[in-house]
């Protein structure tokens, strides 16, 4: 598999359940993000890992845990989520050596929360 | 706060046109980065064309051009010859070199190219 890749796609969760979202990249970037794409709102950036530790975390609610066992992986752990959680999320790596490349995303993963 | 705006949710262009998308942000700082992306429908959002601020060279990429005028803090996307292909969400996104991590996006335009 080459670029960033998220798995699954699609996800429909109950808002007791706990399930967790996967992103892999196979670019050697040293960081990684986690966005939640809605309709009509901006892309709103959640979480980011430089070298394997959390740089930003932009005021998630703690129902959102991430995880980055290594810099290849990135993981969001969900549970006890709310309707208003459903929407696309977004992984994405970069390379961050002093200047600012582009970002490569994955594919997302479709969260429906009932 | 820093705020990136596109005003226009959707437009339309007819095959082998030329449509321009506007993007406009808000920031106090000097040295930043800014880009366009393109999100096919149902595909991986890819990166169209990217402008460092302290350039004064407007960037392009073969049919896709950028009108970057720092003073009014604007940074429109140009395509040329449009194609179907080219239908897509383009978000326009914007970074300070400031040492954040933290990109930030416009609303984006949703562009349907007409056969």
């Known amino acids: 598999e080459t670029g960033v890749t998220q798995t699954p796609r699609h996800l429909v969760m109950g808002m007791t359940n706990k399930k967790s979202l996967k992103c892999e990249q196979h670019?050697?970037?040293?960081?990684m993000y986690w966005y939640k794409q809605s309709a009509k709102k901006p892309l709103e950036l959640m979480f980011v890992y430089s070298l394997e530790e959390r740089v930003e975390n932009n005021s998630v609610p703690s129902r959102f845990s991430p995880e980055c066992p290594n810099s290849s992986h990135l993981f969001l752990h969900l549970h006890t989520l709310q309707p208003e959680d459903s929407a696309l999320y977004l992984c994405a790596s970069s390379q961050v050596d002093g200047s600012y490349n582009e970002q490569f995303f994955g594919p997302g993963t479709r969260l429906t929360v009932l | 706060a820093q705020t990136v705006t596109q005003s226009q949710p959707e437009m339309s262009v007819q095959e082998a046109e030329t449509v321009t998308l506007s993007c406009t942000y808000d920031?106090?700082?000097?040295?930043?980065?800014l880009f366009w992306y393109k999100q096919p429908p149902s595909r991986q959002m890819i990166l169209v064309i990217r402008?460092?601020?302290?350039?004064?060279q407007n960037a392009t990429e073969n049919r896709f051009s950028v009108n970057f005028q720092k003073a009014a803090k604007s940074f429109s996307l140009k395509i040329s010859d449009s194609q179907l292909g080219d239908t897509a969400m383009y978000f326009c996104?914007?970074?300070?070199?400031?040492?954040?991590?933290?990109?930030?996006f416009g609303t984006g335009t949703r562009l349907k190219v007409l056969a």
């Open positions: 920031t106090s700082e000097n040295n930043y980065y």
């Open positions: 670019l050697g970037h040293n960081a």
């Open positions: 402008q460092e601020a302290y350039k004064q």
């Open positions: 996104a914007f970074i300070p070199t400031s040492g954040t991590y933290k990109y930030i």
